[in-house]
């Protein structure tokens, strides 16, 4: 049975409200799939009743969960490779030459779901850096969700989550068995710190990057939220830093302070028109 | 077209591996062990991957992918094991005898294709 529009509507409002994602009129699909999950696992009989309770009966915790059920993404170490090759291949090597004299870097990485970018950052970083000790390197890692950012902490991968895009040569090397599951080496989890953080609200808290990763995430907001997003990107990222969206957003048409730069099959963006 | 070799003893293995490759536009040749996937590969001319696994009769595939390495004449040969051995050091053994890449069973055709594409030979 799938979901009526009064239903639909009223979950875009909420989620819109609450995030300030703005959920297609035809995510319909997406909303049945993803609430049928959560009410399966609250013990609840159906999305209908679901939605009810949040709606009739007033219930907050429920739909908090419901906010977080709909702005969780599916993700895989290495997501689409070509950023992170540009980024072994280009932008990291300029800047650990451009940053010898200081020796620190710093990432964001803006949706860090259940912790695949944020590692697969770490990984290309540590091997990366000449001698990684002798850095102040660090990747903030953030996400509207908290179950999410637990899984992302534990840094505990099932077997098909590491088959998908990291090279077996990068799993051996960073991560070890535990159990039937493989858990990224502690080194590599220091290397990554994991904060609570809702792009809609006044940032605070963070320092100044040299690299942005923000990709996936803009396609959920509607233009003045994603122009307020980036404009706040800017004051915390380096004059000479680079600000990586996903494969299918832009800023073209936007009229922000950014240009962009190819790096062969994909573009990122640094500060300056 | 790309071409490559199924090296496995199980038959419905190399069947499902077939399914998948084919699908990827690969053309296939299959070998139930080791010895069989040398004289397969001398038959092919050329190949572009091989799919080894683990345990078989005979020759066994860490033995075949020592033998290919020595070989000068298949050096541009990609080869990934497809196994059901998930130690490390399992893992650590296959990539210094030269193997690329390394499915752990059981696998989804997602994998294999996220794999290929690592050895530059999917999308």
Known sequence: MSITK???????DVVRSRSAILLDDNKGYLVEMRLSALAQKEGIDDVQTLISTVRDKGNISLRELMVEAMTTNETSFFRDRHPFDAMRDTILPELIEKRAATRSLKIWCGAASTGQEPYSLAILLRDSLPHPSLWDSKIIATDISPEVLGKAERGLYTQHEVGRGLPAA???KHFKRTGLEW????????????????????????????????????????TDVKKQILTNALKYLAPDGYLFLGGSETLLGLGLDYHRVNLGPVSAYCPGA | MKRALIVDDSRTMRMIL????????????QAGNGLEGLKALEEMEWADVALVDWNMPGMNGIEFVHSVRAQEKYSELRIMMVTSETDVERMLQALEAGADEYVMKPFTQEIIQDKLSLLGLAA
């Open chain 1, 6 to 12: 009064q239903d639909f509507n009223f979950v875009r």
């Open chain 1, 170 to 172: 990068m799993l051996v």
């Open chain 1, 183 to 222: 858990e990224v080496k502690d080194e590599l989890k220091a290397m990554v710190d994991y904060r609570r953080f809702n792009l809609v609200e006044p940032w605070m808290g963070l320092p100044k990057f040299d690299i942005i990763f923000m990709r996936n995430v803009l396609i959920y907001f509607d």
């Open chain 2, 18 to 29: 077939t399914k998948y490759l084919r699908a990827l536009g690969f053309e296939i040749k």
